[in-house]
């Protein structure tokens, strides 16, 4: 064999194995909780997706639970490679100190844009729009003027939970519209959604 037909082969068998091993992290169903089970820690910790980033199978489902209050939860579509870096490089910049409630960073307007750099998410301001509400591109809003209330540490008690079926094979943005947990705290996600439809 010459050393190019063998290079082939080595790049074929690479990405081969790279495509199944995408595709077994992959699931018909998965749960992503808004805030972590109880108990919880003070925010910012509390304002996280745990897992912040999962993949599923095309027309299966994530089920969001909400734990802890004041959440609303929407829904885009951003380019296949945008990063966590990508959406956080357009949210309150300079740390616990400047993105925080006293110093009213979610009041300001943000242009949240993807990896192709397209805009996903125009905030205004909180005067124009006092939850993040961007309608073009938006698969779903939940919470609306009321927020999702979550869990509270009682056993057995359940609070608001939303399930979303993925019709459509891409990457989602998966964000808190609630301006303080998503601009200030960075409360967003992805759900990958992969290969042929669920079974």
């Known amino acids: 064999m010459t050393r190019i037909v063998r ?69 885009y579509q951003v380019s296949n490679h945008t990063t966590r870096a990508d959406i956080e490089s357009d949210l309150c910049q300079g740390g616990v100190e400047v993105c925080n409630v006293t110093a009213a960073t979610q009041n300001l307007q943000y242009l949240i844009t993807d990896g192709k750099g397209d805009l996903i998410i125009d905030t205004q301001t909180n005067v124009q729009q006092p939850s993040l509400n961007y309608l073009p591109g938006q698969l779903l809003s939940a919470g609306g003027p009321l927020v999702l209330t979550g869990t ?19 990457r989602y943005l998966v964000i808190c519209t609630t301006r303080g947990h998503s601009l200030n705290d960075r409360m967003f996600g992805f759900v990958d959604v992969v ?3 669920a079974p």
Not at 27 to 44: E, L, N, R, Y
Not at 49 to 54: A, C, G, K
Not at 152 to 170: C, D, I, L, N
Request: net charge neutral; glycine share 14%.
């Open 152 to 170: 509270t540490p009682v056993a057995g008690s359940v609070g608001h939970q939303v399930r979303y079926r993925f019709e459509k094979t891409g």
């Open 7 to 75: 290079a082939l082969l080595l790049f074929a068998i690479v990405i081969l194995g790279f495509a199944a091993n995408t595709g077994a992290q992959a699931v018909d169903d998965a749960v992503v909780q808004f805030g972590p089970p109880h108990p919880q820690p003070a925010a910012p910790l509390l304002h996280r997706l745990v897992p912040d980033e999962v993949s599923i199978h095309k027309g299966g489902t994530v089920l969001f639970i909400m734990n802890g209050g004041g959440h609303r939860v929407a829904i």
């Open 195 to 197: 290969g042929a439809e």
